[in-house]
């Protein structure tokens, strides 16, 4: 009697021991994400996170976010080996669905490995390489493109003319490959584009709603023409919001991204062709996260 106790008291003991084995090796093959300020990307576009091992991008696998922020999934099965040898977490924008097995140009969050556990930040050089804390804005109300002095608070153009003459407005770092500024103005309601654009100081890709005249040298727009379904132009800027963000490219979204580093509240009595300060939004507005092996 005294020994079949003791023989299962042994079993019992071995078994716990394997058990504990097993969810040990679960454990070391898991990178688990915790992340916080990522947006919808809808149905054509979807998040990948990739590892560095030996220098090279290993996925990690794709998941998407919904409207409320929260992740599909936290947790990917990795290889033991290679999350051993990871030195770095990147998080990309990918197509979905995605034909090409090497990461996309798209980087939005990365991290260095300290142990096991790795701080994912938009600054890091692996991700877009600054976190826009340091940009400054200031914009005027002007129509200059459609040769009427009646509308003059129908457009925004990103300059500062404080000086007498007129210079880029923009205070704005250089953007990676992937990556690119657009402005916007928020009509009631509606955010309407003012162009994309890689440099503040040079004119932007589009002048949908501007008259035929030229504009300054600088990223802007008049509202005067080829209003959007349900507004009318000439419009009126005074008491809008105006927004610089920064875009995947390709861009996921006829409206903003979620990067806002730049942002104008309009007085509803604000002067036009008179400088206007934006405020920097960009801590508000910066994803972070954190990756662990």
Not at 55 to 75: C, E, L, N, Q
Not at 91 to 118: K, Q, R
Not at 195 to 211: C, E, K, L, Y
Not at 223 to 239: D, I, Y
Request: proline content about 7%.
């Amino acid at each position: 009697m005294t020994n079949n106790i003791f023989k299962l008291m042994v079993l019992g003991f071995a078994m716990i021991m394997v058990s504990c084995g097993d969810d040990d090796k679960t454990t070391d093959n898991q990178l688990t994400l915790n992340l916080a300020g990522l947006a919808d990307l809808g149905s054509d576009y979807a998040y990948e996170g990739w590892i560095l091992v030996d220098g090279s991008p290993k996925t990690t696998g794709v998941f998407t976010v919904d409207v409320d922020g929260i992740a599909s999934k936290t947790s990917f099965e990795v290889s033991e080996d290679d999350l051993e040898d990871a030195t770095a977490f990147i998080l990309t924008i990918e197509p979905s669905p995605d034909s090409d097995p090497a990461p996309s140009a798209v980087h939005i969050l990365a991290g260095d490995f300290s142990t096991d556990n790795a701080a994912l930040t938009v600054s890091h050089s692996a991700a877009i390489g600054t976190d826009f804390t340091a940009s400054t804005g200031r914009y005027i109300l002007a129509t200059p493109t459609d040769g009427m002095d009646n509308n003059e608070e129908s457009g925004v153009w990103f300059l500062d003319n404080s000086s007498g003459s007129a210079v880029a407005g923009l205070t704005i770092p250089t953007l990676p490959e992937g990556w690119a500024y657009e402005g916007w103005a928020v009509i009631d309601g509606t955010p309407v584009t003012t162009g994309t654009f890689i440099s503040a100081s040079g004119v932007d890709a589009a002048s949908t709603f501007s008259g035929s005249n030229p504009g300054p040298g600088c990223p802007g727009e008049d509202f005067v023409q080829n209003a959007p379904s349900g507004l009318t132009f000439p419009t009126n800027l005074q008491g809008a919001t105006i927004v610089v963000s920064v875009e995947p490219v390709p861009d996921n979204s006829p409206t903003p991204f979620l990067l806002k580093p730049l942002v104008g509240m309009t007085a509803a009595d604000a002067p036009v062709h008179s400088v206007l300060d934006m405020a920097n939004n960009a801590a508000a507005t910066n994803p972070t996260g954190t990756a662990s092996k």
